[in-house]
C-alpha cells in the first residue's frame, strides 16, 4: 500500500511539474534575502530585520491567477518563516509559512515558496512569522491586482501609495521576548513608524532633532490608492491626512461600499484601501498621521507617528498642531460605529466577473459554532501564557499539516472545545476539527481588557456582528445577514464580540490567532483543520518536493544538491534562457529520488 501511494503521488507531482511549463497564468519571480541592519527610525541605533537590504521590504506586486515563486535566503542568526498575510492559499496550505503548517528555515539556508494568488485581489502584506521577529521589521505590502478583463468599482487612480503603519520598541524583537518569557509585560511602546520612519518634527518638546521622516510626494488634482497596512505589535492607530478625506474603498481583498471618512481606526493586522483627491491648495504640506488609540492620551502623545504629504507645487513646509482624532478613549461607542459602518460593496465584481454579493451568505445553514473567549494572560505551570477558552496553544514539533501527511501519531488533539472550559487553563496543541464544505459560525468574546484583532488564514471570513457585553444566542437577532465585509483580520472590542461566518472550502490546515504579536506570543491561537475525506489531489495539491522536515521527520530532511540547485534556478538570471527549464527536469528528477526515500521509510 505505501508503495502505490508513493507512486501515485509521484504520478502526481510530475504532472504538477509538466503544468509548470506549460501554464497560461503567469509566474512571477523575488528574490529576498532577509539580514539584519542597523536602523535609527526613533533616533536609537539598533537592530532591524531588512529584506534585500531595505527596511520595511519591498512590496510584491502581482495581479490576480499570477504563479508567485519567492526565493527566501535566512542569514538571520535564527530560523526564519515568511507569512503571506490575508494570501488564502488556496489548495496549498503547505506555503502558508507558520510553524503549523512548515518547517522553519534554518539560518544560512534558502528555501522557495510557491503559491498562486487564486481567485484574489486586493491589500496584503507578508512578516516573519516566529521568534517574535515582526517586532523588528522584515515586513512589506502585498498588492494583488485585478485582471484588466474584470473592471474595478472606481475610476483608476493616478497612483498607487503603499504605507505600513505600527508601533515600535527600541528594543529589538530578542530583548522584547526576553521580557515576555520573564513574564513581564512589554510597556509602553516607543513610537509610532510610517513606512520604517519615525515622526516629522511637529513637536520640538515631544520629538527630537534628527529623526527621518516619510515625505509622500503627490500631484494636485490627481487621485492616488493609498493602501495602509497596521503591521506593529498590539497598539490600534487612528489613521488621518490633514485636510484631506479618506473615501474608503476596498478590505483586505473586498471592495466596500464607498464611504468618506476623516479618520479611520486600524487595528493591529488590518489593512484598508483609500481613495485620496489631492484637492487642497498647495501653500504648506499636509500632516499624515497615525496616533495611538484606546489609551491615556497625556501619557501616549509621543507615541504617534507622523508623515509629510508634500504636494509637487508646495510653497512651504506642514506645520500648527496635528489634526485631531476622535476622542473617546474611555467611550468606544464611535470606533464600534464606525466599524460597523463598512459595508461590502454586493454589486462590485472581485477577482472575478461576478458580483461579491451573489454569494449569499445569509441564507446558508451554520453547521458548527465555536465560542472563543480570551482573557488577560494568566499563570500556567509557573508560566505567564495567553489563552483562548482555557487552552494556551502550545506549537508541535512536528507542523500539524507534515504530520497529517506521514501519519504521525500524537503530534497534536482534535479536540478544541466548543465553549470555553471550565476549569484551570491548560497549555495544549489542540486544534479545531473543520468540516469539509461546512459553513462554521466564530464567536470571538473579548474578556481582557485591551483590544484585540483576530485573523484567519486560508480564508475570508463575514464579519456579521459586533457589540458589547456577553454572546448569547439571543445576539443573532443583530446580524448583519446581508453585506458584512468579508476581510482576514477583525477588531475584538475590550468587553465585547464580535461574530465572524466562514465557509471551509479550503482544505488544509489554518491558523486562528490573535494579531497582537505579545498574546500570540504566549499562546493565543489554534489551527482549524479542514479535510477532503475523499483525499483527492484536486482540493489539495501535495506535499512540495523542497518540503522541510523536522520533528518526527527530521530523518527525511536531507541537504539534497539537486534541490539547491532548483533555488539557483529561480533566480532572474536563468530565468530567461533554456537553463531553466533543464533545473526543471533536475528538480523532477529530485523529487524522484525524494520520493524513493519517503517510500523507504514507510514500507
Known amino acids: 500500500m505505501a508503495l502505490c501511494r508513493g507512486l501515485s503521488l509521484l504520478a502526481i507531482h510530475i504532472a504538477l511539474l509538466a503544468s509548470l511549463c506549460s501554464a497560461a497564468d503567469l509566474f512571477v519571480y523575488f528574490d529576498f534575502e532577509v539580514s539584519y541592519i542597523t536602523a535609527s527610525p526613533l533616533g536609537v541605533p539598533q537592530q532591524v530585520i531588512a529584506i534585500n537590504g531595505k527596511f520595511p521590504g519591498p512590496t510584491i506586486n502581482v495581479t490576480t491567477n499570477n504563479n508567485v515563486v519567492v526565493n527566501v535566503r535566512n542569514k538571520l542568526d535564527e530560523s526564519l518563516l515568511i507569512h503571506w498575510s490575508g494570501i488564502q492559499q488556496r489548495r496549498s496550505s503547505w506555503q502558508d509559512g507558520l510553524l503549523g503548517t512548515n518547517c522553519p528555515i534554518p539560518p544560512k539556508w534558502n528555501w522557495t515558496y510557491q503559491f498562486q494568488v487564486k481567485d484574489q485581489v486586493g491589500s496584503f502584506f507578508y512578516f516573519p512569522s516566529l521568534h517574535f521577529q515582526r517586532a523588528s521589521g522584515g515586513f512589506g505590502g502585498f498588492i494583488i491586482n485585478n485582471r484588466a478583463i474584470i473592471p474595478i468599482p472606481f475610476d483608476t487612480p493616478d497612483g498607487d501609495i503603499t504605507i505600513l503603519i505600527g508601533d515600535w520598541y527600541t528594543r529589538n524583537h530578542t530583548a522584547l521576548r526576553k521580557t515576555l518569557d520573564a513574564g513581564k509585560g512589554l510597556g509602553m511602546p516607543d513610537g509610532v513608524l510610517i513606512n520604517g520612519k519615525g ?81 487642497q491648495n498647495a501653500s504648506t504640506d499636509y500632516y499624515i498621521v497615525a496616533s495611538a488609540r484606546f489609551v491615556n492620551e497625556s501619557q501616549w502623545k509621543r507615541v504617534t507617528g507622523v508623515a509629510i504629504l508634500h504636494y509637487t507645487n508646495s510653497k512651504g513646509k506642514a506645520r500648527g498642531p496635528l489634526p485631531e482624532g476622535p476622542n473617546d478613549e474611555f467611550d468606544k461607542t464611535f470606533s464600534m460605529n464606525q466599524a460597523r459602518s463598512i459595508r461590502w460593496n454586493v454589486s ?57 501527511w506521514f501519519k504521525v501519531k500524537g503530534a497534536y488533539k482534535l479536540d478544541f472545545p466548543t465553549k470555553p472550559v471550565t476549569g484551570p487553563p491548560r497549555m495544549e496543541t489542540s486544534v479545531i476539527n473543520g468540516t469539509y464544505r461546512g459553513f462554521m459560525e466564530v464567536i470571538l468574546q473579548n474578556n481582557d481588557t485591551k483590544m484585540h484583532a483576530y485573523h484567519m488564514s486560508g480564508y475570508a471570513f463575514f464579519v456579521v456582528g459586533m457589540d458589547y457585553g456577553e454572546w448569547t444566542d439571543n445576539s443573532r437577532g443583530t446580524y448583519n445577514k446581508w453585506d458584512g465585509i468579508a476581510r482576514t483580520t477583525t477588531q475584538v472590542y475590550p468587553g465585547a464580540w464580535t461574530a465572524i461566518l466562514v465557509s471551509l472550502d479550503n482544505v488544509g490546515i489554518w491558523n486562528l490567532r490573535t494579531e497582537n504579536l505579545d498574546s500570540w506570543y504566549l499562546g493565543q491561537e489554534t489551527y482549524v483543520r479542514v479535510v477532503n475525506p475523499e483525499a483527492t489531489n484536486k482540493t489539495e495539491f501535495p506535499i512540495p518536493d523542497n518540503a522541510l522536515f523536522c520533528g518526527a521527520l527530521s530523518h527525511l530532511q536531507k541537504n539534497f544538491f539537486f534541490s539547491n540547485l532548483y533555488n539557483v534556478a529561480s533566480h532572474s538570471f536563468l530565468r530567461e534562457n533554456k537553463l531553466f527549464y533543464i533545473f526543471i527536469l533536475i528538480k523532477t528528477l529530485s523529487s524522484i529520488f525524494l520520493y524513493l526515500l519517503i517510500l523507504l521509510n514507510q514500507v
Open 199 to 279: 515622526p516629522y518634527q511637529y513637536n520640538t518638546t515631544l520629538v527630537p532633532d534628527g529623526i527621518d521622516y516619510e515625505t509622500i510626494e503627490v500631484h494636485p488634482g490627481k487621485t492616488y490608492r493609498i493602501r495602509v497596512h497596521n503591521v506593529g505589535i498590539s497598539t490600534s492607530l487612528n489613521f488621518r491626512i490633514q485636510n484631506h478625506n479618506l473615501l474608503l474603498a476596498e478590505t483586505e481583498g473586498s471592495y466596500t461600499v464607498q464611504q468618506n471618512y476623516t479618520s479611520l481606526d486600524i487595528h493591529v493586522g488590518q489593512s484598508y484601501s483609500f481613495l485620496v483627491t489631492m484637492d
Open 348 to 404: 462590485a465584481s472581485g477577482a472575478r466577473p461576478n458580483p461579491q454579493g451573489s454569494f449569499r451568505y445569509g441564507s446558508i445553514n451554520v453547521t458548527e459554532v465555536y465560542v472563543l473567549r480570551n482573557k488577560p494572560p494568566e499563570m500556567i505551570d509557573g508560566k505567564r501564557r495567553a489563552t483562548l477558552s482555557g487552552i494556551s496553544f502550545v506549537n508541535p514539533s512536528t507542523p500539524i499539516r507534515l504530520a497529517d
